[in-house]
């Protein structure tokens, strides 16, 4: 644990030295090529600091931010695009715009409960799940990768809930939400592009999609050329993941979530060209209910399928929900010591 924590320290240190450099010096470079050079050792060093750690935990969620969000955001910046265009006013927003999956609410809403009520809704539904795995040796192998599934998708959820409340109070801005209640999603289109992890297709849509669709229209009609920028950018994700399960395994990719995203870009892809044909999309219509079961039940199969097995196989998953057991009795501790 204490090794954990010096690296962690080491780690945060190396990404706030560099971000530093990112916010004084390369926006007096001309931004382009020239720029995404001055970037190119921070971008390396994102690469490699999720390696510091031997703690799952860690590893992705360093892996997550500097690796997976801080890069694209840089490369965006690099070319005055992205989420850090127009650049943050001070460092430390500077600094929490490009490391975290969050940026600045541009119309603040008035707040209510019900986000709250939610949230502990998670919370009751993940302190369930690490108990049930008291009883893993009792559950099918099939049920444990979906709960395993599910375990990922809350644990994500309730970290990055965390992060934006640290963020927003040294910050003291509003923050948009980092994802818009993804289990009621109506499509695909609707989860990935709408609902689910709102930072990534921000990141996606400029770095990869529009890119691919300029350079598709030129060989097909504008309303067609939409289909190679979303199998894009689904494909790019996938093997952004797979680079994530490495820092996870440190074993070679299998291209299975690979392939979980490319279904994912087909299956979105089919589901707009259906909505272009009117005439189907009137004798086809469901009703909302369905479409939600419908659509989180495609994710949720496709995952258990494509996604989890890789991480059972590896044994990180076991890792994963024994490090998330012993910090919750940790936390335990803490608030038996101070009650």
Known sequence: MEEEVKSFIKVWIFATISITYCY??????????????????????????????SSVHLSLITAFFLTWLANFKLILFSFDKGPLIPIPATLS????????????????KSQNH??????????AIFGVLLHLYGYRQNLSPVLLLGLYFVHLYLEIEII??????????????????????????????????RRWNLMVPAILRPAVYAPMRRVSERRMSSSWALFPGILAAFVVSGLVHELLFFYLTREMPTGEVTLFFALQGVCTAAELAVKKRTT??????????????????????????LFTPQLQRSGVMERYTYEALLFVDYVKQKLFIYS
């Open 280 to 305: 189907v999309m009137q004798r086809w219509q469901f009703s909302p209910a369905v479409s939600r079961l419908l659509t989180v039940g495609f994710v949720f199969v496709t995952g258990v399928w």
């Open 93 to 108: 927003r500077f600094l929490c715009f490009t490391c975290f999956p969050i940026k600045a609410q541009q119309n603040p």
């Open 160 to 193: 990055l809930t965390f992060v934006k409340v640290l963020v927003f109070i040294s910050l003291g801005c509003d923050l948009e939400p980092q994802s818009n209640k993804p289990y009621l999603a109506t499509s695909l289109q609707d989860f990935w592009g």
């Open 114 to 123: 019900l986000p709250k009520l939610v949230f502990a809704i998670k919370v």
């Open 24 to 53: 004084y010096i390369p926006p007096k470079i001309k931004s382009g090529v020239p720029r995404l050079l001055s970037l190119c050792p921070v971008l390396a060093l994102f690469l490699v600091l999720p390696l510091f750690f």
